[in-house]
């Protein structure tokens, strides 16, 4: 399961925001997560949620903003958003690039 090591990971970057500020909480942490990062939310809610006893994050939120599949087609200039893995254009059949849904970014850490 890489959503621990994810949940890890995204833990220590707030406890690191925290320690830089000299905050004594924190309260939340923004993510961005593309539905295509290949991400299961619930492990990362979970795992972070476990992870996060007995720090300064023990009551820390993650509030995740999902950002759908969207691609270009290198052909006709299109951008669709993409509901399926299908990665050719439903105009011109030409060949679709991907524009956004693979993200995964920390945007912020709330503390005091």
């Not at 905050?23 to 290949?38: P, Q």
């Not at 951008?79 to 060949?95: A, H, I, M, Q, S």
Request: glycine fraction near 6%.
């Amino acid at each position: 399961m890489h959503e621990a090591t994810l949940a890890e990971n995204i833990l220590n970057i707030a406890l690191e925001a925290a320690r830089q500020n000299h905050a004594a909480k924190v309260f939340k942490v923004g993510l961005t997560l593309g539905d295509m990062a290949g991400v299961e939310v619930e492990a990362l809610n979970l795992s972070f949620d476990v992870l996060k006893k007995d720090t300064s994050a023990e009551d820390a939120e993650l509030v995740i903003k999902r950002v759908p599949i969207s691609a270009t087609c290198n052909q006709c200039g299109k951008t669709f958003r993409l509901e399926r893995y299908n990665f050719f254009c439903p105009d011109c059949d030409g060949v679709l690039i991907l524009q956004s849904g693979r993200e995964l970014l920390v945007d912020f850490v709330d503390c005091e």
